[in-house]
């Protein structure tokens, strides 16, 4: 018999979410990385629009796992892994995701005022006009846009942390913890 006992794993909504909402950032990160330098062009007005609409997306995602989250549990961590893990590591873990989910809400928040005080509506999807967060406003557009980016930047460090954190678990301790945020085999 083995003294070895089963993780307590995320639920499926949980895990999609998290994977889901985790690549957008990823390649919303990477998308505003490359369209910031773009001359003006249709393809950088092009590129510009499906970054608001994917930001819009993302802020719904985040909505909808929040409310996952607030409503469901998520498992502790094992015993074995916290019981190792110094104070500074379970304080960073808690840190990092509380802070990985207001930015969630704030870099597409803000990147939504910057847009109506720069006098752009966003239009999601081409279809659906959205009000306008803030007025226009030309100086408060210079304060939002660099709050914006900074954001995006601050948020894009934490997604490293964690996942940096994830794959110290997986390869140097060997703890099975990412195994809990993983989908399940059939």
């Given at each position: 018999?083995?003294?070895?006992?089963?993780?307590?794993?995320?639920?499926?909504?949980?895990?999609?979410?998290?994977?889901?909402?985790?690549?957008?950032?990823?390649?919303?990160?990477?998308?505003?990385?490359?369209?910031?330098?773009?001359?003006?062009?249709?393809?950088?007005?092009?590129?510009?629009?499906?970054?608001?609409w994917a930001?819009?997306?993302?802020?719904?995602?985040?909505?909808?796992?929040?409310?996952?989250?607030?409503?469901?549990?998520?498992?502790?961590?094992?015993?074995?892994?916290?019981?190792?893990?110094?104070?500074?590591?379970?304080?960073?873990?808690?840190?990092?995701?509380?802070?990985?989910?207001?930015?969630?809400?704030?870099?597409?928040?803000?990147?939504?005022?910057?847009?109506?005080?720069a006098g752009?509506?966003?239009?999601?999807?081409?279809?659906?006009?959205?009000?306008?967060?803030?007025?226009?406003?030309?100086?408060?557009?210079?304060?939002?846009?660099?709050?914006?980016?900074?954001?995006?930047?601050?948020?894009?460090?934490?997604?490293?942390?964690?996942?940096?954190?994830?794959?110290?678990?997986?390869?140097?301790?060997?703890?099975?913890?990412?195994?809990?945020?993983?989908?399940?085999?059939?």
């Amino acid at each position: 018999m083995s003294d070895i006992q089963p993780i307590a794993r995320y639920s499926r909504v949980a895990v999609l979410l998290h994977w889901v909402l985790g690549l957008a950032l990823i390649a919303m990160f990477g998308m505003g990385l490359y369209m910031a330098d773009l001359p003006f062009s249709p393809q950088r007005l092009k590129l510009y629009n499906w970054h608001k609409w994917a930001g819009v997306s993302i802020l719904l995602l985040s909505a909808l796992r929040l409310a996952w989250r607030l409503t469901h549990r998520p498992p502790e961590l094992p015993e074995a892994v916290a019981g190792r893990m110094p104070a500074w590591q379970r304080v960073a873990h808690h840190a990092t995701h509380h802070a990985l989910y207001l930015l969630f809400f704030a870099v597409p928040l803000l990147g939504w005022a910057y847009s109506s005080a720069a006098g752009f509506p966003i239009v999601w999807f081409g279809a659906v006009q959205l009000p306008d967060f803030v007025p226009v406003s030309e100086s408060l557009a210079e304060v939002l846009k660099p709050l914006h980016k900074f954001s995006a930047f601050a948020m894009a460090a934490l997604v490293l942390m964690h996942i940096g954190a994830a794959l110290k678990h997986q390869w140097l301790d060997r703890d099975g913890l990412l195994s809990r945020m993983l989908p399940e085999r059939a």
